[in-house]
């Protein structure tokens, strides 16, 4: 059973850094797209930033220019350096890795097990 390993959440000051990483427990065939979410308590799950097979980075608005999403696709590894963070992101931030492989029966899909981060002073 394949797990994605997820690593680095904790507790940091509004406007400091936390870098989160996210590794697949072995590798993963045709990967497709490699995210991140979080789900923030008493909200729904929502997509903070993406990567695609071309290397292509997608964010969202209320992370960009303060987020990097980067890959390792012959790792199957995914990291998310999180600057300035502000208290209101506190959250349990998920990673996730989608793709496609026919020795695997076709597509596939993959959720890290959520570390928890928390901006607070």
């Known amino acids: 059973q394949v797990r994605l390993v997820e690593s680095g959440g904790g507790l940091v000051q509004p406007g400091g850094s936390l870098r989160l990483s996210c590794a697949a427990s072995?590798?993963?065939?045709?990967?497709?797209?490699m995210a991140w979410y979080r789900q923030a308590p008493g909200a729904q799950r929502e997509l903070v930033a993406s990567?695609?097979?071309?290397?292509?980075?997608n964010y969202k608005d209320f992370v960009k220019g303060r987020f990097t999403n980067s890959r390792d696709s012959t790792k199957s590894t995914v990291a998310l350096q999180m600057n300035t963070l502000k208290p209101e992101e506190k959250a349990v931030y998920y990673c996730?890795?989608?793709?496609?492989?026919?020795?695997?029966?076709?597509?596939?899909?993959?959720w890290g097990q959520g570390p928890q981060v928390t901006v607070s002073s």
């Open positions: 996730y890795m989608n793709g496609k492989s026919q020795s695997w029966g076709g597509q596939y899909e993959y």
């Open positions: 072995e590798m993963l065939p045709g990967i497709m797209s």
């Open positions: 990567i695609g097979p071309n290397g292509r980075t």
